[in-house]
């Protein structure tokens, strides 16, 4: 058996964390042999804080951060990843649709061959239209980015704990842990697990989110943007190479008059959206380029709470001032120096005489 850190991005998730816990606990301590599980508060408005706090006091093997703010889901999953202690790292959400009890096949499946292992829902568990988008991103990025099983990446992930490496460079406050490790390994596996469906409350990740995240993954980490706004440039180019030869052709061999002004401006209402469009996209690069600038940050820990440090600590003050004491009898109560030898013979030669 190995080693296992399993970090929880948390955000309003006070009715279900209890529930995970325990059946997390139960599951790792049959799996793992060492085990930790560390609840990262991402800034939420309830009180998911005091319920991890609470379940950290409750369990030695919980740990609680609260950062500062919401940062959003993955850089909540770095602050918890870097805390990571142990040889493997699991990753799932608070909601309880990535059930514990699949967490053994993530572990399983996690073969020598692998550094990272996705665990796979059978069937779709967040409706059709999400589903389906978040279907279309995920094969987006399996063919931009090159990882062999991009249309399989979910937060349900399992990894070996070097890979965070991988993250040291990010200090940016846009981050997609997925594409990170994709640049570190390529030794990729999935398994088949089941999911359950939301049992409170609704996503916090709904449609609109989900565009804009794959807006930010495509202008963060690819210059592709870029090259589609040079090709769009060359096509509108192309159009008007044509018109114009379309024009001059009409003016010379035909009546005379070149007519449509309907048509001509509807061509330099296009020809101004695609250079607006390609400032557009010039601009968000820019714009990500100065807010790296800024220095923002990835995250801040605004508060640490870990009942088992605590008391390991507090032992070992004790076996410290213990260590300390026997150092002193020992200098005390110890071997007789050199000195008090020569004293002590000099006193029996005395007595004698």
Same mark, same amino acid.
């Given at each position: 058996?190995?080693?296992?850190?399993?970090?929880?991005?948390?955000?309003?998730? =006070?009715?279900?964390?209890?529930?995970?816990?325990?059946?997390?606990?139960?599951?790792?301590?049959?799996?793992?042999?060492?085990?930790?599980?560390?609840?990262?508060?991402?800034?939420?408005?309830?009180?998911?804080?005091?319920?991890?706090?609470?379940?950290?006091?409750?369990?030695?093997?919980?740990?609680?951060?609260?950062?500062?703010?919401?940062?959003?889901?993955?850089? @909540?999953?770095?602050?918890?990843?870097?805390?990571?202690? *142990?040889?493997?790292?699991?990753?799932?959400?608070?909601?309880?649709?990535?059930?514990?009890?699949?967490?053994?096949?993530?572990?399983?499946?996690?073969?020598?061959?692998?550094?990272?292992?996705?665990?796979?829902?059978?069937?779709?568990?967040?409706?059709?239209?999400?589903?389906?988008?978040?279907?279309?991103?995920?094969? @987006? +990025?399996?063919?931009?980015?090159?990882?062999?099983?991009? *249309?399989?990446?979910?937060?349900?992930?399992?990894?070996?704990?070097?890979?965070?490496? @991988?993250?040291?460079?990010?200090?940016?406050?846009?981050?997609?842990?997925?594409?990170?490790?994709?640049?570190?390994?390529?030794?990729?596996?999935?398994?088949?697990?089941?999911?359950?469906?939301?049992?409170?409350?609704?996503?916090?990740?709904? +449609?609109?989110? +989900?565009?804009?995240?794959?807006?930010?993954?495509?202008?963060?980490?690819?210059?592709?943007?870029?090259?589609?706004?040079?090709?769009?440039?060359?096509?509108?180019?192309?159009?008007? +190479?044509?018109?114009?030869?379309?024009?001059?052709?009409?003016?010379?061999?035909?009546?005379?008059?070149?007519? &449509?002004?309907?048509?001509?401006?509807?061509?330099?209402?296009?020809? =101004?959206?695609?250079?607006?469009?390609?400032? &557009?996209?010039?601009?968000?690069?820019? &714009?990500?380029?100065?807010?790296?600038?800024?220095?923002?940050?990835?995250?801040?820990?605004?508060?640490?709470?870990?009942?088992?440090?605590?008391?390991?600590?507090?032992?070992?003050?004790?076996?410290?001032?213990?260590?300390?004491?026997?150092?002193?009898? @020992?200098?005390?109560?110890?071997?007789?120096?050199?000195?008090?030898?020569?004293?002590?013979?000099?006193?029996?030669?005395?007595?004698?005489?």
């Amino acid at each position: 058996m190995t080693s296992v850190s399993v970090v929880i991005p948390c955000y309003r998730s =006070a009715q279900t964390l209890p529930t995970l816990v325990e059946r997390l606990l139960a599951v790792l301590s049959s799996t793992a042999s060492q085990s930790e599980v560390v609840l990262v508060v991402d800034g939420s408005p309830d009180n998911t804080w005091e319920v991890a706090q609470e379940l950290a006091e409750r369990h030695d093997a919980v740990r609680a951060l609260l950062l500062a703010r919401n940062y959003g889901q993955h850089n @909540a999953l770095v602050a918890g990843i870097r805390c990571a202690r *142990h040889e493997i790292v699991v990753t799932m959400d608070d909601d309880l649709q990535h059930p514990p009890e699949e967490v053994p096949k993530l572990l399983a499946g996690l073969r020598p061959d692998l550094d990272i292992v996705y665990g796979v829902p059978a069937t779709g568990t967040h409706g059709a239209i999400r589903d389906l988008a978040s279907k279309s991103l995920k094969m @987006a +990025l399996s063919g931009r980015f090159g990882a062999e099983n991009g *249309h399989d990446i979910s937060a349900f992930r399992a990894f070996r704990s070097f890979l965070r490496q @991988a993250l040291d460079g990010v200090g940016a406050p846009y981050i997609q842990i997925d594409i990170a490790f994709s640049w570190a390994t390529t030794k990729i596996g999935t398994v088949r697990v089941g999911m359950q469906g939301r049992v409170f409350g609704r996503s916090n990740y709904t +449609l609109s989110m +989900l565009i804009r995240h794959a807006i930010g993954i495509f202008v963060g980490y690819s210059t592709l943007p870029l090259r589609l706004v040079t090709y769009f440039g060359l096509l509108t180019g192309a159009l008007g +190479l044509t018109l114009l030869v379309v024009f001059l052709w009409t003016y010379w061999f035909g009546d005379g008059t070149v007519k &449509g002004f309907t048509s001509t401006a509807s061509m330099i209402s296009l020809f =101004a959206a695609a250079q607006m469009i390609a400032l &557009g996209i010039i601009g968000e690069y820019l &714009g990500r380029i100065h807010v790296e600038r800024m220095g923002r940050p990835t995250y801040i820990v605004r508060q640490h709470y870990d009942i088992g440090a605590s008391r390991l600590g507090s032992a070992l003050d004790v076996s410290t001032a213990s260590l300390a004491q026997s150092a002193v009898d @020992a200098r005390d109560f110890g071997e007789p120096s050199e000195e008090s030898l020569a004293e002590a013979v000099r006193s029996s030669s005395r007595t004698k005489a």
